[in-house]
């Protein structure tokens, strides 16, 4: 028989705590103290369906893997459940009305055009979660105008009639030097999430990296994937090794191609356009009893997992788990570089996650120009494999990271935004712009393939001087003004 509402709304503190998911009935009470996101946002739904809020957050089978089945309560009558009359708010409002007005997918012409789109039409907590940097935003800043600092030496009368700007990635061929770079909690921007980027990464043949915190699971985006399309996993390592060592060993029986262990969020930083989305409820346990507030958004909510105590003693003990490559991805010096290549790993990502960690990190490229003639100096430079993220939104920007020695470059928001504007569609046409791009910034440069970049092509002269100023983009802007409304800002 099942439940109705009715019984379910009994449950509705912290003594004895229900909530609905997807139709279902789960007794929290016992796990409340528990939740990584703290008791607050549980106990706001304590009685009644929250699922829209679980959707974003948390991979389908979370309930399964980790709520003791004893506390599945059973099916529900939903007819039986009271709907929550939710009133649209103004802002609500007036973000439906830029969605009717929004431009058409074919008026996007750069990665900059969906940042545009996307932060008018999606939800104001998603668009915190993705478009945060840490503390001032001035390193996420800095990893796209660190790609202004580099110009160009053009080659000419070069014959570029046919231009291939296909390469290899651990070994996997791809159309163009980028790939999908782990960004969490796709349906946050999407209802579909990760899959979506799965998907346009088939259809364009790049390489998708798998968060850990994804909204999906590891199993439906590995799903999603066709024929023999290549994916990497992203690992945040869990304090228990043992729940570290299930999800990489089970990643490399599903066949992924690479295991990039993320090593520059030992915590993860302060982004306080995504605290002050009011993930207020969501403070976490990190926070638990400290004096700062819970509002800690998202990403520390779902983060207190995270082993701080991760070091280089834990290389040898990654490489006695798994056949897989193991790539590095946050490293921000050269002598960390060369620390990588002695521990035996098979590459480095040089990135600062974003901007989303310590914020005055140099951006990838400039720590890129720091490294390779240093290797080289050494005979190392193909010892191995070096990507870089951070701030890529042009073709430019990929031939320079190419120019400078990487073997590719990591790509994240651009596609989230064109996912959260667009869906597939949009990814599928950013894809295809970079694409665009690169074959006419090939041509102009005197290449005809990816093995003819080399440094002589670039001059980055200008590259460490760093320029902090007074943060004048509009991101920049509603950090410091975030009473002012968009409204009165027009004015
Ligand atoms: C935009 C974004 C980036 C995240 C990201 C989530 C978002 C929304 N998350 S985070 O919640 O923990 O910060 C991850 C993550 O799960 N793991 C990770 O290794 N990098 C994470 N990154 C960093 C990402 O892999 C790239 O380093 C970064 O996005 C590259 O910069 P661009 O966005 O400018 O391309």
């Given at each position: 028989m099942p439940l109705t509402g009715e019984e379910i709304a009994k449950h509705n503190s912290r003594e004895s705590c229900w909530v609905i998911v997807h139709g279902k009935a789960y007794d929290v009470t016992e796990f409340l103290p528990e939740h990584p996101g703290g008791p607050k946002i549980i106990l706001k739904y304590a009685g009644k369906d929250a699922t829209e809020e679980y959707e974003p957050i948390h991979p389908p089978d979370t309930l399964d893997k980790y709520l003791d089945k004893s506390k599945h309560l059973g099916v529900v009558d939903m007819k039986t459940v009271e709907k929550e009359e939710k009133e649209e708010s103004p802002e609500e409002i007036e973000r439906q009305q830029r969605i009717e007005r929004m431009p058409i997918l074919e008026q996007c012409y750069n990665l900059m055009d969906f940042e545009a789109v996307a932060r008018g039409v999606m939800k104001k907590t998603a668009w915190a979660y993705y478009s945060s940097g840490a503390d001032d935003e001035i390193t996420m800043r800095e990893n796209h105008t660190a790609f202004h600092k580099i110009w160009f030496r053009p080659r000419i009368l070069v014959d570029v009639e046919k231009v291939d700007f296909t390469t290899t990635m651990l070994g996997t061929k791809v159309d163009i030097p980028f790939y999908v770079t782990a960004t969490a909690l796709g349906k946050l921007g999407n209802p579909e999430g990760e899959v979506v980027l799965t998907r346009a990464a088939k259809k364009h043949n790049v390489v998708q990296m798998i968060p850990?915190?994804?909204?999906?699971s590891f199993d439906e985006i590995m799903d999603a994937a066709e024929g023999d399309q290549v994916q990497w996993m992203q690992l945040y390592v869990n304090k228990d090794r043992e729940i570290t060592k299930k999800i990489v060993q089970h990643a490399e029986k599903r066949g992924c191609k690479g295991l990039f262990i993320t090593v520059d969020a030992p915590q993860l930083g302060r982004r306080e356009k995504d605290m002050r989305s009011k993930f207020t409820d969501t403070g976490s346990n990190v926070q638990?009893?400290?004096?700062?507030?819970?509002?800690?958004g998202a990403a520390r909510a779902i983060s207190t997992f995270i082993d701080p105590g991760l070091s280089w003693k834990d290389i040898p003990w990654f490489q006695s788990i798994t056949k897989m490559p193991i790539i590095l991805k946050g490293v921000q010096r050269v002598e960390d570089v060369i620390r990588a290549i002695e521990s035996g790993v098979q590459g480095v990502v040089l990135s600062n996650h974003g901007g989303r960690q310590l914020d005055f990190a140099r951006s990838g490229i400039e720590v890129l120009a720091e490294v390779m003639p240093v290797l080289r100096e050494r005979g190392w430079e193909n010892r191995i494999e070096i990507f870089v993220d951070g701030g890529v939104r042009r073709a430019t920007d990929i031939i320079k990271a190419l120019c400078l020695g990487a073997k590719g470059v990591g790509i994240g928001r651009p596609f989230l935004y064109a996912m959260s504007a667009y869906g597939q569609p949009g990814v599928d046409r950013a894809m295809q712009l970079l694409k665009d791009e690169m074959e006419m910034n090939m041509r102009l440069i005197g290449c005809s393939n990816v093995d003819q970049l080399n440094p002589t092509l670039v001059d980055t002269r200008g590259l460490n001087m760093h320029t902090t100023s007074v943060p004048s983009d509009t991101l920049g802007m509603s950090v410091y003004d975030p009473l002012v409304s968009p409204k009165e800002k027009a004015k």
């Open positions: 850990t915190l994804a909204s999906c638990a009893g400290s004096t700062t507030d819970n509002s800690q």
